[in-house]
């Protein structure tokens, strides 16, 4: 099976899914990982704030930050080969580049857009 490597950028957690507001895009990321994993992906998740180390140990991260700075997190790496940088991948190409085919996730998101108080519950806006 394929494996999956991603270096994030800093994040205050391992998936950076946390807090009073959470970024969407991460939300969706989180559910691409865990549908990967469920289909026998293997995913492993480097955060520069918490596990530098293996950013340094892999020669095109290095590069790549020694050229980008930050800027070009997060990367992507499948079975070695880099699947993109700077932004995280759409199921879509996660799951082709592994191998499968895309489909819905068992466990969906719980995305908390505002912190404001603006959405009460069964309010549908969030």
């Not at 140990?57 to 990367?75: D, K, S, T, W």
Request: proline letters at 7%; hydrophobic letters at 40%; glycine letters at 10%.
């Amino acid at each position: 099976m394929s494996l999956v490597e991603v270096f994030d950028p800093p994040m205050c957690c391992s998936s950076g899914v946390c807090g009073l507001t959470v970024d969407p895009l991460l939300a969706a990321f989180a559910a691409d990982v865990e549908y990967l994993g469920s289909h026998g992906v293997t995913v492993t998740r480097h955060n520069l704030s918490q596990d530098p180390q293996p950013f340094v140990a892999n020669a095109r991260v290095l590069e790549l930050m020694q050229r980008e700075g930050e800027a070009c997190l997060p990367i992507v790496l499948v079975n070695g080969e880099e699947l993109g940088h700077g932004a995280y991948p759409r199921r879509e190409e996660l799951a082709r580049a592994a191998g499968l085919v895309a489909g819905a996730s068992a466990a969906k998101p719980r995305i908390r857009l505002s912190a404001d108080g603006c959405c009460t519950p069964g309010s549908g806006c969030c």
